[in-house]
């Protein structure tokens, strides 16, 4: 089956960077989402990546290994208003798979 | 405005009392899929849509129905709901989903659903 396993909660300071963690164990790898979603709304697209690397956007970058079945999102100079979950995403190749497998995400805590 | 729109928003029923989620998208996008999200569980895909007509059971596709008669709407039915279905639906859409580009799914804003 499909795994994809992110810490259930982490809690950083204002200000500061914190790097929330995605490993997965999935057949047929096609590329690696990560979404934000304030409680009670829908998930927003954050990133991106289908090859091995950094993506840079602003404040948030995310990072892919395929070989080690690993990504991070990394988010610099936290706001309160990151206080959030994060989703990582897995597409994945058909037919055969559901197409796009979720974590159960990250509640991320900003304090100040 | 480029969106996806779910009817309703919030939803309180009985068990075995059929009901339909809309979800209706402006963007002319290929794929569009539901999902339910659960405490503890996270996003998991019910149904999915490639295009009109073409429609591919998800991880939990028990208890639900879809149907992709025109590109833009692709509602969710529940014959006869029973409370374990009672959870946080979301219907997305993307452009299409084979491509290799970041085709990022636009999510709508949600449909609360609890049945007593």
């Known amino acids: 089956g499909q795994n994809i396993d992110q810490p259930t909660e982490m809690t950083a300071t204002e200000g500061a960077i914190v790097q929330i963690n995605c490993t997965y164990q999935?057949?047929?790898?096609?590329?690696l989402f990560w979404y934000q979603q304030h409680a009670g709304e829908a998930p927003t697209f954050l990133s991106y990546?289908?090859?091995?690397g950094l993506e840079e956007k602003g404040r948030f970058s995310s990072f892919l290994s395929r070989s080690k079945g690993y990504s991070y999102l990394l988010l610099k100079e936290l706001q309160m208003k990151d206080s959030a979950s994060y989703l990582c995403?897995?597409?994945?190749?058909?037919?055969?798979?559901?197409?796009?497998?979720f974590g159960k995400g990250t509640r991320l805590s900003v304090i100040a | 405005e480029a969106q996806v729109t779910q009817n309703p928003r919030y939803l309180i029923t009985v068990t075995g009392k059929k009901l339909t989620v809309t979800c209706s998208q402006n963007?002319?996008?290929?794929?569009m899929s539901w999902y339910r999200q659960d405490p503890g569980l996270g996003l998991r895909q019910i149904y999915y849509?490639?295009?009109?007509?073409?429609?591919d059971k998800g991880d939990v596709p028990e208890g639900y129905k879809v149907s992709r008669k025109e590109k833009r709407n692709f509602p969710l039915i529940l014959e006869s709901p029973s409370p374990n279905q009672t959870s946080l639906y979301f219907c997305?859409?993307?452009?299409?989903?084979?491509?290799?580009?970041?085709?990022?799914?636009?999510f709508g804003p949600g449909t609360r659903l609890t049945v007593l």
């Open positions: 997305a859409s993307s452009l299409s989903f084979f491509r290799s580009t970041p085709d990022t799914q636009y």
């Open positions: 999935t057949s047929g790898f096609n590329g």
């Open positions: 990546n289908v090859l091995d």
């Open positions: 995403a897995v597409r994945l190749q058909l037919p055969g798979n559901t197409p796009l497998v």
């Open positions: 963007m002319n996008h290929e794929y």
């Open positions: 849509s490639m295009n009109v007509e073409v429609t």
